[in-house]
């Protein structure tokens, strides 16, 4: 199958339909991390050169891995992914984004078209930070993957749960309350507003299982992150210590069960 076909079959595959932990087969044709098509993979790291702010080299580790596309000299742009996002282009914003995970997976990620989640490893922190710095800076610290992991971590890392709360998962119109993913690509938010959830972009699939995604959430290049929303929590319970050294009050006997995702 060519990637011609993609557009077609986005209309006829849901965005995630099952949750799976298997590797061992390529994804359907569906998958976001399909192939790009031909104006995606033409785009270089010469692109915008003019304008060119936010250059970042290949981590040895990467280098080495994409030698048949990228040259161990040849830093990687991330020009492009700037401008998309700079002029709230999220759609092919996302795009980029995709088509750069790929390049800094390696020369077996290139050569298959999308990343296998054992390939993560294999970014450095340097580039996947320089991504979701980029994701945050123009969006008002509303998109990108160290959002989507505070987000996570909120509710547990509960994967259900953070699909609904990014908005990747829509209630469906039936007497009982049941939901589904979202369609690829119509049925998504490509533009800031207050209305769009927060984390809602970039995407990654999910179509064979939350394997990927939770390597990329997990990444150190996000363990920064981590720690300081962990001492900011610490912070919130400073006020209630004395609380917990004395007796417990009446109204910590009634337990309010909270829904929110």
Known sequence: MTT??????????????????SESTPPPPSS???????????????TLSSSSTTTFSLSSTTSNSTSSSTTTSQPISFDTLEHHLSTQNFRQADEETR???IVLAGEAAQ?????????????????????????????????????QKRLWQKVNKDFTKFFLKVGWMKKLDTEIVQYNYRA????????????????HLPLTNALRGTQL???????PAFEVQEQE???SEGENEVGKGNLRDGPKPLSNRFFKPDYSF
């Not at 490509?190 to 959830?197: F, G, M, Q, R």
């Open 4 to 21: 011609n076909s993609l557009g077609a079959l986005h209309h006829s595959h849901s965005f995630l339909k099952r949750f799976s932990t």
């Open 111 to 147: 050569k298959r078209g999308y990343v296998f989640f054992s390939e993560v490893q294999f970014i450095s922190e340097t580039d996947l930070k320089a991504i979701d710095d980029l994701w945050k800076q123009y969006s008002n610290n509303k998109f990108g993957y160290s959002v």
């Open 32 to 46: 976001l991390f399909l192939k790009p098509s031909s104006s995606t993979t033409t785009t270089t790291t010469n």
């Open 213 to 219: 995604l939770n390597s990329i959430l997990s990444h």
């Open 99 to 101: 088509r750069l995970l």
């Open 229 to 231: 929303d962990e001492e």
């Open 184 to 199: 690829f690509p119509n049925e998504f938010t490509w533009e800031l507003t207050d209305e769009t959830p927060e984390g």
